[in-house]
Nanobody, 121 residues
C-alpha cells in the first residue's frame, strides 16, 4: 500500500524559514510529478509547487522567489524549503504524487496526511 509520510512544519515567526519533506513508500514502480499543496481555514486547497521527475518546476505566484521544491528520485522524496515566511502562508500543507505501483497498469494520485505550518506576525 502506497504511503506518503510528511515531516517538518511547525510554528515560526514571520520572516523565518521552515523545511518540509515527504517520503513515498509501498510497492512503488515509478513516480511522475510530485508536489505540495496547502489549505488555509475556510479556503480551497491550492497548489504551492510541483516538480516533474526530470526536475522542471512550477510555483504559485505567491511563493515564487521564497519557496524551493526539490526531489530525490532515489529516495522517492520531495522537499519544500520555505523562506521569508509570511502569516498568509499559514495552512495545512499536503504532499501529492502521481505514482505507478508495481503490477498495476494505471497510475494514481496519492496524498499525504498534511502537516501544519503556522507563521506568526
Amino acid at each position: 500500500q502506497v504511503q506518503l509520510v510528511e515531516s517538518g512544519g511547525g510554528l515560526v515567526q514571520a520572516g523565518g524559514s521552515l523545511s518540509l519533506s515527504c517520503a513515498a513508500s509501498g510497492g512503488i514502480f515509478a513516480i511522475n510529478d510530485m508536489g505540495w499543496y496547502r489549505q488555509a481555514p475556510g479556503k480551497q486547497r491550492e497548489l504551492v509547487a510541483r516538480i516533474a521527475r526530470g526536475g522542471s518546476t512550477n510555483y504559485a505566484d505567491s511563493v515564487k522567489g521564497r519557496f524551493t521544491i526539490t526531489r530525490d528520485n532515489a529516495k522517492n522524496t520531495v522537499y519544500l524549503q520555505m523562506n521569508s515566511l509570511k502569516p498568509d502562508d499559514t495552512a495545512v500543507y499536503y504532499c501529492n504524487a502521481f505514482i505507478f505501483r508495481r503490477f498495476v497498469d494505471e497510475g494514481g494520485d496519492y496524498w499525504g496526511q498534511g502537516t501544519q505550518v503556522t507563521v506568526s506576525s
